[in-house]
């Protein structure tokens, strides 16, 4: 087998841990997602991923805690003002509490997310942060997906035992949503400068989003220093005003993140990469990562996802021991052996 010279050169160098360069990664995004060539690249995303990470997985968890028709009116979320079908619901801090419990009670969870829409009560967030603190084991973090804020708000976020913030500027932010970009960026900053782990992602991908777009969406993470990288594609939704797009397939996904996979060997910050939502294939491509999720979803017209997309702490464990992964980090750092024997005792479900 010979591989075209540029693939070969840009391959070599990641298994020798130097990052292809954006252009470089450009090139790899051309690639069709079911040839030989996407399926090589698949396969050292991979491996340079393991490698990285020691072939260690992490499990994390995170609960949607309201519904509303929301002002980012992103076009490709359910929960959109112009478009939603969802009235204004809120978890109690008791039902956070009881859904972080219940992720956390395999003892194997590195992190509990806690998402908002754009808009949120700022008292709240904080009264359901420091339940949870108080609630579940010392070695689970807590991190929060939730709109902009400053980093006076990100300092008392610290101090309240948060210990990360997912916060993307979005594939066509302030064109697919009503979202200001920079105000986003600078969010970056702001977790950054407040000592937060930076959660980042390559997201919501479409078929109409050219490898250039995709390259210079996925930089941001790299540039600002992301703790974690990622790859989501967008889902179909019908009612979606994104909806006639498309969606991209799960291999194509994959490709994406094994591109995360090489770019981020130049990000020493970078310690795991996910894939939204959970597949074999995207963890087969250099993601170590996956998310059960529980309440409310932008990818899904349940109220609480996990009754319909999302996956449960069981299948999201049995993933990722599906995918070779021999350990679980926790959030202390600690690690726990990944082998049939641990998922029979802490799945306590069929195999098959
Ligand atoms: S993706 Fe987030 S900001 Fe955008 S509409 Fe949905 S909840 Fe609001």
Known sequence: MKLPAPLDRILQNALDRKAPSKEECVYLLTLPADSLEAGVLRSVGDTVSRRRFGNEAMLLGQIGTDTAPCPGNCKFCVFGEDHTQFERTQLTVEEIVGRAKAFSAGGDLYAIFLMTMHDFEWGGLLSA????????????????????????????????????????????????????PEARKETFRVIREAGLDFYYCCEPIGPEHSPQELVEQMFLGIEHGCFQHAAMRRVWVPQLPVAERGQITELRLAQVVAVVSLATLGCPETQNIAVHEPNLVGLTAGANVVYAETGANPRDTEADTARNRGLDMEAARKMLYEAGFSALRLGDGKTVSLDLEYLQDTNRCHLD
């Open 129 to 180: 942060v420091e339940a949870v603190r108080r609630e579940i084991p010392a070695h689970t973090q807590i991190v929060v997906n939730i709109g902009d804020f400053t980093v006076d708000q990100a300092r008392e976020l610290r101090a309240s035992g948060v210990q990360g913030a997912y916060h993307v500027c979005r594939l066509r932010e302030g064109v697919d949503t009503g979202l200001d």
